[in-house]
């Protein structure tokens, strides 16, 4: 089990309790400092109009989207994999990995004291190919993060895929699914991917996964910044931001559920010294606007983890709230998600909203390609 997966289990259940006697605050979609949201009180699966921003609270009981379901005459894409090497790659070689969580840095109660060692690692790239790609053509695609293994490619995304595109949805778009580089949070590799406040990773995947996906399965993949996407859940939601934050020039579609937009970013940088937390406290409010379309999204019960440090950055719920405000007061084009009676990853509220969300961060990309 991971620690994130401990703390979860120790913090997070119910209404979020910390010990045995405390009730800690907590973010919520109705107490003090919440955005307004525009209830959704229909039946159960109902979703945001696509075509709006703003914040919307939906649930509690969920249906899972049909986009999931494999529907006869729909063409069915392509699923392939290969693997990477850390030893072949010049970043993130090595990877890191530690053996305990860490303790407080007495000089910084912002950060960790974490003892790592030098790993080698293998992740696998999973490929989604539509049916409909025209050979040559320069294609717009996704790049998800937490991806599936070797031999286990998760088809949830491509049928979705499948359908959306039949029905002119979504482009015709490629999906590059990347598993992480193992572990979880400060200390591990995927920490150090995820949660890095940089451009370093979205420079690793331009410059050692992309070239590769095009050279194995002979695809061209377009270099418009309009017509790439990050996805993400988790760490994956914050590195998903993290990619078009520190490149709008490569990524300008975001995706996010459950983000942690908290202060998880290992080692301490100065530069942002609450690691993704910044998004919202600084970094979008002090900054012009950057030509970034973003859906956001967190469950009623998501993760409260104020682990070791106690530093009030580790409110998942309070995290996303904040962005949501934050995007709105700049004039992005954002739609934000609250999701009852779920928690981390959004359990039964995702398989509802995916294909609303992916159709919503596509919205223009489409409309000006037909025309």
């Given at each position: 089990?991971?620690?994130?997966?401990?703390?979860?289990?120790?913090?997070?259940?119910?209404?979020?309790?910390?010990?045995?006697?405390?009730?800690?605050?907590?973010?919520?979609?109705?107490?003090?400092?919440?955005?307004?949201?525009?209830r959704?009180?229909?039946?159960?699966?109902?979703?945001?109009?696509?075509?709006?921003?703003?914040?919307?609270?939906?649930g509690?009981?969920?249906?899972q989207?049909?986009?999931?379901?494999?529907?006869?005459?729909?063409?069915?894409?392509?699923?392939?994999?290969?693997?990477?090497?850390?030893?072949?790659?010049?970043?993130?070689?090595?990877?890191?990995?530690?053996?305990?969580?860490?303790?407080?840095?007495?000089?910084?109660?912002?950060?960790?004291?974490?003892?790592?060692?030098?790993?080698?690692?293998?992740?696998?790239?999973?490929?989604?190919?539509?049916?409909?790609?025209?050979?040559?053509?320069?294609?717009?695609?996704?790049?998800?993060?937490?991806?599936?293994?070797?031999?286990?490619?998760?088809?949830?995304?491509?049928?979705?895929?499948?359908?959306?595109?039949?029905?002119?949805?979504?482009?015709?778009?490629?999906?590059?699914?990347?598993?992480?580089?193992?572990?979880?949070?400060?200390?591990?590799?995927?920490g150090?991917e995820?949660?890095?406040m940089?451009?370093?990773?979205?420079?690793?995947?331009?410059?050692?996964?992309?070239?590769?996906?095009?050279?194995?399965?002979?695809?061209?993949?377009?270099?418009?910044?309009?017509?790439?996407?990050?996805?993400?859940?988790?760490?994956?939601?914050?590195?998903?931001?993290?990619?078009a934050?520190?490149?709008?020039?490569?990524?300008?579609?975001?995706?996010?559920?459950?983000?942690?937009?908290?202060?998880?970013?290992?080692?301490?940088?100065?530069?942002?010294?609450?690691?993704?937390?910044?998004?919202?406290?600084?970094?979008?409010?002090?900054?012009?606007?950057?030509?970034?379309?973003?859906?956001?999204?967190?469950?009623?019960?998501?993760?409260?983890?104020?682990?070791?440090?106690?530093?009030?950055?580790?409110?998942?719920?309070?995290?996303?709230n904040r962005?949501?405000?934050?995007?709105?007061?700049?004039?992005?084009?954002?739609q934000?998600?609250?999701?009852?009676?779920?928690?981390?990853?959004?359990?039964p509220a995702?398989?509802?909203?995916?294909p609303?969300?992916?159709?919503?961060?596509?919205?223009?990309?489409?409309?000006?390609?037909?025309?």
């Amino acid at each position: 089990m991971t620690i994130r997966l401990i703390l979860a289990t120790m913090f997070a259940i119910g209404p979020f309790a910390f010990g045995a006697d405390a009730n800690p605050p907590q973010g919520s979609f109705s107490g003090p400092g919440a955005p307004p949201f525009t209830r959704l009180d229909g039946k159960s699966g109902a979703n945001p109009p696509e075509d709006a921003d703003g914040n919307f609270l939906i649930g509690p009981d969920y249906v899972q989207a049909p986009e999931f379901k494999v529907v006869s005459g729909v063409p069915q894409g392509k699923v392939q994999q290969f693997t990477l090497n850390s030893k072949d790659g010049t970043l993130f070689n090595p990877g890191i990995a530690r053996d305990v969580f860490g303790t407080v840095d007495p000089s910084n109660p912002k950060t960790l004291i974490v003892q790592t060692h030098p790993i080698d690692y293998t992740r696998t790239i999973t490929v989604y190919i539509p049916a409909q790609y025209v050979p040559g053509s320069a294609a717009p695609f996704i790049v998800t993060h937490d991806g599936p293994g070797m031999g286990h490619p998760d088809m949830s995304l491509p049928h979705v895929l499948d359908n959306l595109i039949y029905q002119r949805r979504v482009p015709v778009m490629i999906a590059i699914m990347i598993s992480n580089g193992g572990g979880d949070a400060q200390g591990h590799e995927r920490g150090r991917e995820y949660d890095t406040m940089s451009g370093l990773y979205a420079e690793y995947i331009e410059t050692q996964v992309l070239p590769k996906v095009e050279r194995n399965y002979e695809v061209k993949l377009t270099k418009d910044p309009e017509g790439r996407a990050t996805l993400g859940t988790s760490s994956g939601g914050s590195a998903a931001l993290i990619m078009a934050w520190y490149h709008p020039d490569l990524y300008r579609r975001v995706l996010t559920f459950s983000g942690t937009f908290v202060n998880q970013q290992w080692p301490f940088d100065p530069e942002t010294p609450d690691g993704a937390w910044d998004f919202h406290a600084k970094l979008i409010p002090g900054s012009e606007p950057r030509p970034i379309r973003i859906f956001i999204s967190v469950g009623e019960h998501d993760l409260y983890n104020p682990n070791v440090m106690r530093d009030g950055m580790h409110d998942w719920v309070e995290a996303n709230n904040r962005m949501a405000k934050v995007l709105k007061a700049k004039g992005y084009h954002y739609q934000y998600v609250a999701c009852l009676n779920v928690g981390h990853g959004l359990g039964p509220a995702h398989d509802q909203i995916l294909p609303h969300a992916l159709e919503w961060l596509w919205k223009g990309y489409a409309v000006k390609r037909a025309r």
